[in-house]
């Protein structure tokens, strides 16, 4: 901000008579800053003052609104997300059928089969939600810098959050999928069928 006498800036500007803002800060209840913008308005119509209370008020809708729209995007990239790996464990699942019969006719268990298949998928989550984190704080550093003109603080719980719920996902996702491998019968597998 820089503070001037209104009579030099309007020459500087070479606009007299013209104001576009004024600032005035004052202490006092919200009903005596009312009282006050209605009295300056009905003193000039073309004048509207506003309190920091109704901007911040407005801002906080504008704020609530977005919050929301966000909400909703990420769930809808969840639910995505859900879908993309259930299809693709169930390619893998379809493709590894010979090995998971021969593995079963070697004596493994549907637990270990069951097991080995959400491991994978859970450490693919992982290293997704670890590469995610990592990209998500470039943008948002990125955008800071050039919309805000201020950097975003990286925060660590939100980080290992991120990954948590990357596994979480990727894990559920992949139930259906580890349930179609472990029962896929040996035999059947083996003869070609």
């Given at each position: 901000f820089a503070y001037m006498n209104l009579g030099v800036m309007q020459k500087m500007m070479n606009q007299k008579n013209q104001v576009s803002l004024v600032q005035v800060s004052m202490v006092a209840g919200e009903e005596a800053l009312t009282d006050i913008g209605k009295r300056i308005s009905a003193a000039?119509?073309?004048?509207?003052?506003r309190t920091v209370q109704q901007i911040a008020r407005s801002e906080q809708t504008v704020l609530g609104k977005l919050q929301g729209l966000i909400l909703l995007v990420t769930a809808v990239v969840l639910l995505l997300t859900l879908v993309c790996v259930a299809t693709t464990m169930t390619a893998v699942v379809t493709e590894r059928r010979k090995e998971i019969g021969l593995?079963?006719?070697?004596?493994?268990?549907?637990?270990?089969?069951?097991?080995e298949f959400l491991g994978e998928a859970c450490i693919l989550g992982a290293?997704?939600?670890?590469?995610?984190?990592v990209m998500g704080y470039i943008f948002a550093q990125s955008?800071?810098?050039?919309?805000?003109?201020?950097?975003?603080?990286?925060?660590?719980s939100i980080a290992v959050l991120t990954v948590v719920l990357s596994v979480a996902v990727t894990g559920a996702a992949s139930l259906i999928p580890v349930r179609t491998a472990v029962k896929v019968e040996p035999a059947v597998v083996l003869r070609g069928e």
């Amino acid at each position: 901000f820089a503070y001037m006498n209104l009579g030099v800036m309007q020459k500087m500007m070479n606009q007299k008579n013209q104001v576009s803002l004024v600032q005035v800060s004052m202490v006092a209840g919200e009903e005596a800053l009312t009282d006050i913008g209605k009295r300056i308005s009905a003193a000039d119509p073309g004048i509207h003052p506003r309190t920091v209370q109704q901007i911040a008020r407005s801002e906080q809708t504008v704020l609530g609104k977005l919050q929301g729209l966000i909400l909703l995007v990420t769930a809808v990239v969840l639910l995505l997300t859900l879908v993309c790996v259930a299809t693709t464990m169930t390619a893998v699942v379809t493709e590894r059928r010979k090995e998971i019969g021969l593995k079963k006719a070697l004596g493994a268990d549907s637990f270990h089969i069951g097991g080995e298949f959400l491991g994978e998928a859970c450490i693919l989550g992982a290293l997704g939600g670890l590469l995610g984190t990592v990209m998500g704080y470039i943008f948002a550093q990125s955008v800071g810098l050039h919309v805000f003109g201020r950097g975003v603080d990286f925060s660590m719980s939100i980080a290992v959050l991120t990954v948590v719920l990357s596994v979480a996902v990727t894990g559920a996702a992949s139930l259906i999928p580890v349930r179609t491998a472990v029962k896929v019968e040996p035999a059947v597998v083996l003869r070609g069928e």
